[in-house]
């Protein structure tokens, strides 16, 4: 029935005048389609020729002027202009089909002003269900939304100019802010309501919504950088929590690699004393000189063994803390500065273990080219140099 009352009106010259649309001039073909509008009191009169006559005149093939009532015509589904479907349909989406003239569209078939229309009306919904109290007065719907500090009354006040105004990516970002604010519980839908709040205190009532449509970039930006402060922050004092818990970690297994070998290293220089002590310098070749150097070489030879493993130790502790910064890929650098403290420490004991490492084997090995000077001091070479 709509497609056949669209067919009629612009098929033919209209015009507008208050109420009521005009039709000039038009051909009866479909006595159906009139007697259900004249049925359903959409039309007003008939005039042909001049004189006023009724449905029951009218034949195939009579020129006439009909007077529609723009009104009864909305009950059908078809609007003059947007505006009106606005207006009529401010805050429900018709569930019947519906035709909007001006911008010649079908609900069917509808486009990017309908698409527009439809995530309005949506982004109104979720408002209203994150809304402490929601009323209407003098057809306006309106709802007053709170926080721990401020609250905002928001007139659900908008025309078919603002619908006209917003284009795809606005819609998209609308339907965005929908989603987030239907989350329930959600931390991202808190931050964007006192966003809201913060965004539209300052303007006048009748403006708040109008403005958030046509500026619905710009608040969406901003809450949701608002959402990535948010979560940054806190990502970043968790993760560095851990990082520095577990940097602690590894400091501690770092210096016990040292720590807890203290007193077996305590060992080396009392042993080196006892040996240098006991060495008869007068005679080198002695038994027990033999002995105690022999001996201190095998002692060397057990604390190597047991520096090793230290190293070992570290060198284990080292790809575990290279593994574990391996995992925040994402982080990189966050964690190359919290761990910058334990890779000095690793370094500086790694050193240290070198260190005794070498002057354990430097002793003995000193001691035995001393002992070997003293030995060619006191019996020299004698070479017979006379002829025989």
Known sequence: MLDQLVHIINSSNTEIVGESIFIQSHNVRDLNCLNLLNTRNCIKSFNRNGD??????????????????????????????????????????????FYVRDINCFSTECGAIINAYTAVISLIDTIKENAKHCYSEAGDDFSIIFREDKALLLPFVYSATDIHNISENNISNI??????????????????????????????????????????????????NAYQYYIRDFSYNKLQAELDNEALE?????????????????????AFVLAVANIDFENILDNKNIGIVLSLFVFVVLIDLFIRNQKSALT?????????????????????????????????QNRRVAIIRCITWSVPIILLIVLIIFLLTQKPINIDTTAQ
Not at 250 to 270: E, F, M
């Open 52 to 97: 006023i006559v009724v449905f029951e005149d009218l034949r195939v093939g009579d020129s006439v002027n009909i007077e529609l009532s723009l009104y009864e015509l909305t009950e059908m589904g078809y609007y003059e202009n947007l505006d009106r479907f606005v207006k009529k349909n401010q805050y429900t989406i018709p569930t019947h089909q």
């Open 175 to 224: 339907n965005k802010v929908s989603e987030i604010l239907k989350n329930s519980d959600s931390k991202e839908k808190m931050i964007f309501v006192n966003e809201l709040i913060d965004f539209l205190s300052t303007k006048d009532d009748n403006d708040k919504f109008g403005f958030l449509l046509s500026n619905i970039d710009s608040f969406f930006e901003r809450a949701n």
């Open 250 to 270: 590894y400091s501690k297994k770092i210096q016990s690699v040292i720590n807890d070998a203290q007193t077996k290293l305590i060992a080396i220089p009392t």
């Open 316 to 348: 284990f502790i080292s790809q575990n803390i290279d593994r574990y910064k391996k995992s925040f890929k994402t982080t990189n650098k966050v964690v190359q500065e919290s761990f910058e403290t334990v890779d000095k420490e690793w370094k500086k």
